[in-house]
T-cell receptor, first 109, second 115 residues
Framework: DAKTTQPPSMDCAEGRAANLPCNHS???????VYWYRQIHSQGPQYIIH???NNETNEMASLIITEDRKSSTLILPHATLRDTAVYYC??????????FGTGTRLTIIP | DAGVIQSPRHEVTEMGQEVTLRCKPI?????LFWYRQTMMRGLELLIY????????DSGMPEDRFSAKMPNASFSTLKIQPSEPRDSAVYFC?????????????FGDGTRLSIL
């Protein structure tokens, strides 16, 4: 399976936008980029996914570069409840979601 | 709406014992996934089913692990005999259909400790 690269940790001030990058340079044409987060001891929570166009839902926005080799998850107004580990996981041509080590996001009051 | 329901939430047992983990997918979802999460290996896919049929079990670690899906609303993951290295959090997830444009939704997991 191809790999993704995410920064291991990030901090963001409460109320500010949190921008989480992900590099997925080996993604193929029909593979979607999925974002999940995991709050301690809970199951991964689905946030958003996209193929090539930017996407927005009630939780976040997803910006995918034109070459699809990277993406950015944006939490527009971060709250303390957004503190979690965030995973970027393309589905690499099959049903598998390959969760790497993710980015540990800490929201600072 | 009810999400994916897993039971038990916690299980502590001695090595050599049989362990059965249970999962009820979201109603209407016809794909089901079993994952295992450890500090060392992260989140790994063990097996997944579509329409109750196992599609890919390449992640099942060894013959001590088995999974069944007797109907659309129930699945089990069994470990027999259990070993301390099986200690992990086991997650079940479900989704609508097959294909790439549907997200998987996870349960809150079963935390398994083998003594």
């Amino acid at each position: 399976d191809a790999k993704t690269t995410q920064p291991p940790s990030m901090d963001c001030a409460e109320g500010r936008a949190a921008n989480l990058p992900c590099n997925h340079s080996t993604i193929s044409g029909n593979e979607y980029v999925y974002w999940y987060r995991q709050i301690h001891s809970q199951g991964p929570q689905y946030i958003i996914h996209g193929l090539k166009n930017n996407e927005t839902n009630e939780m976040a926005s997803l910006i995918i570069t034109e070459d699809r080799k990277s993406s950015t998850l944006i939490l527009p107004h971060a709250t303390l409840r957004d503190t979690a580990v965030y995973y970027c996981t393309p589905n690499f041509g099959n049903e598998k979601l390959t969760f790497g080590t993710g980015t540990r996001l800490t929201i600072i009051p | 709406d009810a999400g994916v329901i897993q039971s038990p939430r916690h299980e502590v047992t001695e090595m050599g014992q049989e362990v059965t983990l249970r999962c009820k997918p979201i109603s209407g979802h016809n794909s089901l996934f079993w994952y295992r999460q450890t500090m060392m290996r992260g989140l790994e896919l063990l097996i997944y089913f579509n329409n109750n049929v196992p599609i890919d079990d390449s992640g099942m670690p060894e013959d001590r692990f088995s999974a069944k899906m007797p109907n659309a609303s129930f699945s089990t993951l069994k470990i027999q005999p259990s070993e301390p290295r099986d200690s992990a959090v086991y997650f079940c997830a479900s989704k609508v259909g097959r294909g790439f444009n549907q997200p998987q939704h996870f349960g809150d997991g079963t935390r398994l400790s083998i003594l």
